[in-house]
């Protein structure tokens, strides 16, 4: 009997040491998963900034093309009528 519970200690003794190990590895990776979620935040908030720049910019992009392409117009037009009266 007394080499079974010497049997059946060391097989605790085992599996203590393997959920301690378990356990250690959990901290590890629960450090990393917050890290990595800290990190997912903050590029979500860098994504929303720039997508609110893109648009701000596509915005006044399209003011500046349609202010060009009315001057074109304009100097069309004074081309044609310089022409007409020369």
């Known amino acids: 009997m007394s080499g079974t519970g010497a049997a059946l200690r060391g097989h605790h003794a085992a599996l203590r040491e393997g959920l ?9 990776l629960s450090g990393r998963i917050r890290d990595e979620e800290a990190e997912r935040g903050r ?3 860098r994504i929303s900034s720039l997508s609110r720049r893109l648009s701000d910019t596509s915005e006044c992009l399209a003011g500046l093309r349609s202010a060009r392409a ?3 117009r304009t100097i069309a037009e004074m081309d044609t ?3 007409q009266v020369l």
Do not use: K, N, V, Y
């Not at 301690?20 to 590890?28: K, V």
């Open 81 to 83: 009528a310089s022409g």
């Open 20 to 28: 301690s190990e378990l356990r250690a590895r959990r901290d590890e």
């Open 70 to 72: 009315h001057i074109d």
């Open 43 to 45: 590029l979500q908030a």
